[in-house]
């Protein structure tokens, strides 16, 4: 054998053992390509596994890692603070608007109340003085109609004055003079229509179809005996006492009444 086969049987199986240990650790110990979402890293695969830097890794997020791919996929950790705190944001405001609504209904009510209650009180203020202004009135006519009576009680006296002294003075001839027909005390015509202008002022309303037979009435005021200022007083306490205890009862309508004259008595009827 010679010195050249010598040698390379003695160098080939060095390089064979080389070869395959060189390729055990390609084989072992290989770069792979990692895809991390948008770059690629080179990491080492030792054993079929792959190491990859620290460095390479993306921090503060989510990383998922396949191995069959060899791809790294990252996602932005989620903030359970954050969101427990965009919640409660979120249900504040819905309870604002919702109460801020409620408030703006309710001060609406209260203004509506408010004027419905300016309005009552205005009404009540105007009604007021329509009634003073109607008392006021009635007082007016009461006393001018008293004041009529009296006048006409005084110029009934001086007429029955002047028609005694003429009575007593005796006339020629021997003849005794011829009297003269009694003018009326009272003056039943006034009394009728200042009783109706009283009532009237309180609201009450005449029914012409009262009379003696279908109605009731307190008693008489009797002409015969009255002055013109008591007989009107008298008609007023009818009217009074008509108004006073029509008021009392339920009715849908303002009281009624109606005046009558009846030979030298006026009746206030009431029905």
């Known amino acids: 054998m010679t010195k050249a086969k010598k040698i390379l049987l003695a160098v080939v199986p060095v390089f064979v053992v080389l070869a395959v240990e060189a390729g055990i650790a390609l084989w072992a110990f290989r ?33 998922t890692i396949d191995t069959t791919s060899l791809s790294i996929t990252t996602e932005t950790p989620v903030d359970e603070s954050k969101i427990r705190e965009a919640a409660i944001d979120a249900t504040v405001q819905e309870l604002e608007a919702k109460y801020s609504t409620q408030l703006a209904e309710l001060e609406a009510q209260i203004d509506e109340t408010n004027q419905q209650l ?18 006021k009135r009635a007082a007016q006519q009461k006393a001018a109609a008293q004041q009529a009576g009296n006048k006409s009680a005084a110029q009934q006296a001086a007429n029955n004055a002047g028609t005694g002294g003429a009575d007593s003075t005796p006339t020629s001839g021997g003849s005794a003079g011829t009297s003269q ?20 002022s309180k609201n009450m309303g005449v029914n012409s179809a009262l009379t003696i037979g279908n109605a009731g009435y307190f008693n008489p005021v009797d002409l015969s ?22 008021g009392t009862v339920e009715q849908d309508h303002p009281p ?11 009746y206030v009827l009431y029905g």
């Open 256 to 266: 009624v009444y109606n005046i009558v004259q009846d030979g030298g008595k006026i």
């Open 31 to 63: 770069p792979v390509q990692i895809a991390c979402d948008d770059e690629v890293f080179i990491a080492v695969a030792v054993l079929g596994r792959a190491w990859l830097p620290l460095e390479g890794v993306p921090s503060e997020r989510v990383v």
């Open 225 to 246: 005996i009255l002055s013109q200022a008591s007989a009107q007083s008298d008609i007023y306490y009818c009217i009074d006492q008509i108004a006073g205890m029509m």
């Open 118 to 135: 300016a309005t009552a009180q205005a009404q009540l203020e105007r009604r007021e003085a329509d009634e003073a202004a109607a008392a």
């Open 181 to 200: 027909p009694a003018t009326p005390a009272v003056d039943a015509a006034t009394l009728i229509a200042n009783g109706h202008a009283y009532a009237a």
